[in-house]
Each structure stands twice: as C-alpha cells, then as structure tokens.
C-alpha cells in the first residue's frame, strides 16, 4: 500500500455509554478505493460524520496527508480536502444544479464577502472561475447532467440524477478523499452499473481516493481494491472482497450465528 | 380619485419602510428558522442613530453641510450601526444557544427587544424626539401630478427602498454570499461540509439584515417625524406581518407583504379611520393564514427525502 492519505488511529467515540465507533484504525492509500460494509447501524455513517467533523473523536486519531483533522470544523476539514456525500440525499434543493455544485467551491476561493457583496473585480474574476470550475465538473457526468438540466432546480431532477449530483458537488470542493454513502441505493440495475464505472473513472481520471459505503455486494466486487466490514463500531474483517465476504465473522454479521456453520 | 392617489403614495411609502424591515426579518428566519423579535428594536436605534447625525450637522434648522450629504452620512451611519448591532446580537444572543430547542433563542429574542427598549430609554430618556424633516427638506419640494401631492421625502423613501431590495435580490440570486446563504438556509449541517463557512454566512446575514433595518428606521424619522424607545414594537410587529403574508423566509414575498401592508394601513386609514388600521393590518394576517398558511409567495415546504 502507498503512503496512507486518510488514517484512523484507534478511533472511539461515545455517546455516553454506547460506543457507537470503537478502537478503529483505518488506512486509505493514496489513489485507492476502499469499500466499507457491515449490516445497518454498524456505525459506517457515524464513521463518516466523525471524518467530516459532524462528531469530533472521544479519543483517537484522524489524519489527513499525514496532517490531524480531529476535533476541526466541518469546514475546515473541507478546506483540508474531504468531502463527501450523503445516504439520504442532502443537496440544496431550493437551488438550481450548478447553483449547487458552485455553492461547494467557495471553501477555497479568496475573494471576501464583501467583495462579494460589492463584485470587485477579483469577485468577478472568481465567480467567472468558480462558474467555469461548475460546468467542467458537471462536464465529468456528460449526458447525465446535461447542460439544459443546469438552471433547473436541483428538485426536477430523478433520484438517480440527484445522486450524480451530490458526487459532482462533493467535486467541486476539490477534494483528495471522496467519502461516498451508498452511492448505488435505490438505483435499478442499469443505474447501478453505471456509477460501478462512475467510482473506478473518478479515481482513474480525477486521482481521489475513495472510501464507499455500500450494501450492493455486486458495486463492492466492482470497485473495491480493499473492503473493510464493520460491526457494532469495530472492524470485523479487512481485505480482498473474496476474503470478506467468505469471512465467518462477516457472514455471521449479516446473517446470524449458525448460518456460518450450516454453509460449510 | 386625487384622494384615492394620495392614499396609494402614503401606502407605497409606508410600505416601503414596512418591506425593508421584513427583509431583514425573513432572512434571518431563511438561515437560522428564528423569530428575531428584536428585529423591529433595531430598527429604532437605526432611526435613533439617523437623529443623532443629523444633531451632529448642526440639527434640521441650522445645517452646517448640504442636505444631500447630511442625508448620505444619516443613510450611512445608520445601516452601519445597525448592521453591526445585529451582528453582535447573534455572535452573543443566539449563536451560543444555535444547537439548543428552537424555543430558547425566540425567548432570548424577546429578551434582547427589551433590553435594547429598556438601555436606549436609560440613555436618551423617553421623550419622543423630532426629525423635523420639513425644516431642510420643505414639504413644498416635490411633484405634483394630478392633484396629488408627492413630497420628496416619500420619493426619496420609495427609490432608495426599491434600489435596496433590487441590490438585495441581485445579492441572493447572483453572488457567491448569496449562494452560500440559500445553501445554509437550506440545510447548514450540509453546507459547512461542502466547504461553507456557516458563522460568517450567517454574520453576514445578520449585518445586511439589520443594516436594512437601519436605513428604514432613517426613512421612518424622515418620514413620520417621531423618534422613540418604543418606535420598534408595533413597526417590527407589522413587518413581521409583512413578511408571513408575504412567505416567510421569501425575499420577493417580504417586499410583497411589506407594500401590501403599507397600502391597507393607508387605505384603512383615508377610507374608514385610523382607528380601524391596526385591526385591518392583522385582519389580512388572520385571512391570508386561513387560505395560503405558506404565505402569498410561499411555497410548501418541500419534504426531504
């Protein structure tokens, strides 16, 4: 494995006294995509929320390109180059596509708010690049989000589309990390095939390295170099697909005890 | 029908006063889903600050620099002050209680409307204070078209109003703020993951609210004369009419509701009495909530997924 961009060292958090992450320590290469499985509330968007900054760790470790991102402000961890998307679809409906995809790109412009506010020439100058910066991302899922969708309110677009554009959002933060919360959920299969491609072209041709939760185990065989499988906060398994989906623990996780057994 | 035209100038302009003052009150219910009630207070110290600079020139019968300019640095000092009052009011009132139930900052809110009532009565007294507006701008400057009297006061009132909420609607739709702002609106955990820096935007919010604020409050000395502790009460009641009429947390609906109020206050006035303006103003509040609850721009709110 390369050097890791996205660590977590011993991770816990707890809300009282339920560990909702316990003891996790998690390493993403550089350039890698990483697929994190494990049955509902086996703390997989907890995980996430702690990365993003939502919940800082009880105790532990998260580093970024070597650099601690524990306890910042989700913006800050923004700026650090995280982003992420979201399970159940969080975009700003109220606003058209590229509206929302330019909405993401103010973490890293400069201008000031009141430059803003006054459209100095430098503001004009960023709008113009941010505006462009928009249109090359939602460029990356060509016919999906087609120009003629741009102006539309992001709440005309179809499910499959919305999810296409909280991943062209989480873009445009200019992110090195890309967390992605079942990017494949409720598609049908044509859709799913589709962002099977979509995971393995933004590390290909966008260079992020990818930590995905998913439930369909055929989008985990297609993209993952790595999956990792929790549970009840901890790490069960770790390793090639084949190896974690074979694994007892992991097999026991989703089915029960017993099933394992009866496999055999 | 002169009658009829005159009623319409005095509701434009009452209107316009009312409008400018729910913005301020629908864009902070927009980012933070509160009730400012202190919103209508900082109105009145905007109009307390116009008084004060304008004292500074020499007072409205000895002015020592052009009435233009005196106008300008009133405009001015005024949106500044308020807009910085409003800031500080959320960085110590409301933003320590943000991750609280939504009843604590509403009940801080009244508390902050007291206690800006109560520190600028201790300071300045309770008489009312005059403006004395016809003393520099004569009632007989202005336009009269068909009988109807058009003072330059109320033009003055009216253009700088609509300038200010077409500069704000440019604001919201056009700039990065803007998108920012409809982003936190929208949903501000999401927003400051994508980068957005919340307490800024909604710092910034604050200041263009209360700045808006202040200038009404100037127009509202300009205009009616009279300066008081109390002033911001029954205005920030009516604009918060205005704005709920209008869709709450709507732009184009605070200006809406703001006119329509400024217009029915005026009409209830010449046609039945002035008794009747305040049971009318909220008789539309009542009626508009029975037939559109979202308000008359207001859109129902959409459900999240």
Same mark, same amino acid.
């Given at each position: 494995?390369?050097?890791?961009l996205l660590?977590?060292?011993?991770?816990?958090?707890?809300?009282? /006294? &339920?560990?909702?992450?316990?003891?996790?320590?998690?390493?993403v290469?550089e350039g890698e995509i990483v697929s994190l499985?494990?049955? !509902?509330?086996?703390?997989?968007?907890?995980?996430f929320n702690?990365i993003t900054g939502?919940?800082?760790?009880?105790?532990?470790?998260?580093?970024v390109a070597?650099?601690?991102i524990? /306890? &910042?402000?989700p913006h800050r961890i923004a700026g650090l180059g995280v982003a992420r998307t979201f399970q159940t679809l969080r975009l700003f409906v !109220?606003m058209s596509v590229k509206e929302n995809v330019m909405a993401a790109t103010y973490g890293h412009t400069s201008?000031?708010?009141?430059?803003?506010?006054?459209?100095?020439?430098?503001?004009?100058?960023e709008e113009r690049e941010v505006n462009a910066l928009a249109e090359e991302v939602l460029g990356f899922f060509s016919q999906r989000l087609m120009g003629?969708r741009w102006d539309q309110p992001a709440?005309?677009l179809s499910y499959a589309n919305r999810r296409r554009l909280e991943i062209a959002r989480a873009m445009a933060t200019r992110p090195r990390v890309l967390l992605i919360d079942e990017p494949a959920a409720?598609m049908?299969?044509?859709e799913t095939?589709e962002i099977t491609d979509l995971i393995a072209r933004l590390r290909d041709e966008r260079g992020y390295t990818i930590l995905a939760i998913e439930?369909?185990?055929?989008v985990?065989?297609?993209i993952s170099d790595?999956?990792?499988?929790?549970?009840?906060?901890?790490?069960?398994?770790?390793?090639?697909?084949?190896?974690?989906?074979?694994?007892?623990?992991?097999?026991?996780?989703?089915?029960?005890?017993?099933?394992?057994?009866?496999?055999? | 029908?002169?009658?009829?035209?005159?009623?319409?100038?005095?509701?434009?302009?009452?209107?316009?006063?009312?409008?400018?003052?729910?913005?301020?009150?629908?864009?902070?219910?927009?980012?933070?889903?509160?009730?400012?009630?202190?919103?209508?207070?900082?109105?009145?110290?905007?109009?307390?600050?116009?008084?004060?600079?304008?004292?500074?020139?020499?007072?409205?019968?000895?002015?020592?620099?052009?009435?233009?300019?005196?106008?300008?640095?009133?405009?001015?000092?005024?949106?500044?002050?308020?807009?910085?009052?409003?800031?500080?009011?959320?960085?110590?009132?409301?933003?320590?209680?943000?991750?609280?139930?939504?009843?604590?900052?509403?009940?801080?809110?009244?508390?902050?409307?007291?206690?800006?009532?109560?520190?600028?009565?201790?300071?300045?007294?309770?008489?009312?204070?005059?403006?004395?507006?016809?003393?520099?701008?004569?009632?007989?400057?202005?336009?009269?078209?068909?009988?109807?009297?058009?003072?330059?006061?109320?033009?003055?009132?009216?253009?700088?109003?609509?300038?200010?909420?077409?500069?704000?609607?440019?604001?919201?739709?056009?700039?990065r703020?803007?998108k920012a702002?409809r982003a936190?609106?929208f949903d501000?955990e999401a927003a400051e993951m994508m980068g957005i820096q919340?307490?800024?935007?909604?710092?910034?919010?604050?200041?263009?609210?209360?700045?808006?604020?202040?200038?009404?409050?100037?127009?509202?000395?300009?205009?009616?004369?009279?300066?008081?502790?109390?002033?911001?009460?029954?205005?920030?009641?009516?604009?918060?009419?205005?704005?709920?009429?209008?869709?709450?947390?709507?732009?184009?609906?605070?200006?809406?509701?703001?006119?329509?109020?400024?217009?029915?206050?005026?009409?209830?006035?010449?046609?039945?009495?002035?008794?009747?303006?305040?049971?009318?103003?909220?008789?539309?509040?009542?009626?508009?909530?029975?037939?559109?609850?979202?308000?008359?721009?207001?859109?129902?709110?959409?459900?999240?997924?």
């Amino acid at each position: 494995m390369t050097r890791p961009l996205l660590e977590l060292d011993h991770v816990t958090l707890a809300f009282g /006294g &339920l560990h909702a992450v316990e003891d996790l320590s998690i390493a993403v290469g550089e350039g890698e995509i990483v697929s994190l499985i494990g049955p !509902n509330g086996a703390g997989k968007t907890t995980l996430f929320n702690l990365i993003t900054g939502v919940y800082a760790p009880t105790s532990g470790d998260i580093r970024v390109a070597g650099r601690s991102i524990a /306890g &910042l402000a989700p913006h800050r961890i923004a700026g650090l180059g995280v982003a992420r998307t979201f399970q159940t679809l969080r975009l700003f409906v !109220n606003m058209s596509v590229k509206e929302n995809v330019m909405a993401a790109t103010y973490g890293h412009t400069s201008a000031r708010m009141w430059q803003s506010v006054l459209r100095t020439p430098k503001a004009r100058r960023e709008e113009r690049e941010v505006n462009a910066l928009a249109e090359e991302v939602l460029g990356f899922f060509s016919q999906r989000l087609m120009g003629y969708r741009w102006d539309q309110p992001a709440y005309s677009l179809s499910y499959a589309n919305r999810r296409r554009l909280e991943i062209a959002r989480a873009m445009a933060t200019r992110p090195r990390v890309l967390l992605i919360d079942e990017p494949a959920a409720g598609m049908n299969p044509q859709e799913t095939h589709e962002i099977t491609d979509l995971i393995a072209r933004l590390r290909d041709e966008r260079g992020y390295t990818i930590l995905a939760i998913e439930h369909d185990m055929h989008v985990v065989e297609g993209i993952s170099d790595r999956v990792i499988a929790l549970d009840h906060g901890q790490k069960i398994a770790e390793g090639s697909f084949e190896a974690v989906a074979t694994n007892p623990l992991v097999v026991e996780a989703y089915m029960g005890r017993g099933t394992a057994v009866t496999k055999g | 029908m002169t009658f009829f035209l005159q009623q319409v100038v005095d509701g434009l302009t009452t209107g316009s006063v009312y409008a400018l003052i729910a913005l301020g009150y629908s864009m902070v219910y927009g980012v933070l889903k509160l009730l400012n009630f202190a919103h209508g207070d900082i109105y009145m110290v905007g109009a307390f600050i116009g008084y004060f600079v304008l004292q500074a020139f020499g007072g409205a019968t000895a002015l020592v620099a052009p009435v233009a300019v005196v106008l300008i640095a009133m405009f001015a000092a005024a949106a500044l002050g308020a807009g910085l009052l409003g800031v500080g009011i959320e960085r110590f009132a409301y933003r320590p209680l943000r991750e609280s139930p939504r009843i604590a900052p509403l009940i801080t809110a009244l508390g902050v409307s007291f206690f800006l009532e109560n520190a600028v009565l201790l300071l300045f007294g309770s008489e009312t204070r005059l403006y004395s507006t016809s003393s520099f701008i004569p009632f007989s400057t202005g336009v009269h078209v068909a009988g109807v009297n058009i003072s330059l006061v109320r033009i003055l009132v009216v253009v700088l109003a609509a300038v200010l909420m077409v500069g704000l609607r440019v604001l919201v739709e056009r700039t990065r703020l803007g998108k920012a702002m409809r982003a936190v609106a929208f949903d501000r955990e999401a927003a400051e993951m994508m980068g957005i820096q919340v307490d800024r935007t909604i710092s910034a919010t604050f200041f263009i609210g209360s700045a808006l604020a202040g200038v009404a409050g100037v127009m509202a000395g300009l205009v009616f004369d009279q300066v008081f502790s109390l002033m911001g009460f029954i205005a920030g009641l009516k604009a918060f009419t205005a704005a709920v009429v209008g869709g709450i947390g709507n732009v184009p609906g605070a200006m809406l509701g703001g006119l329509l109020i400024g217009l029915a206050e005026s009409f209830a006035t010449g046609y039945i009495s002035s008794t009747f303006q305040n049971l009318i103003v909220f008789g539309i509040l009542i009626g508009v909530m029975l037939l559109r609850p979202n308000g008359l721009l207001g859109r129902a709110t959409l459900q999240k997924v």
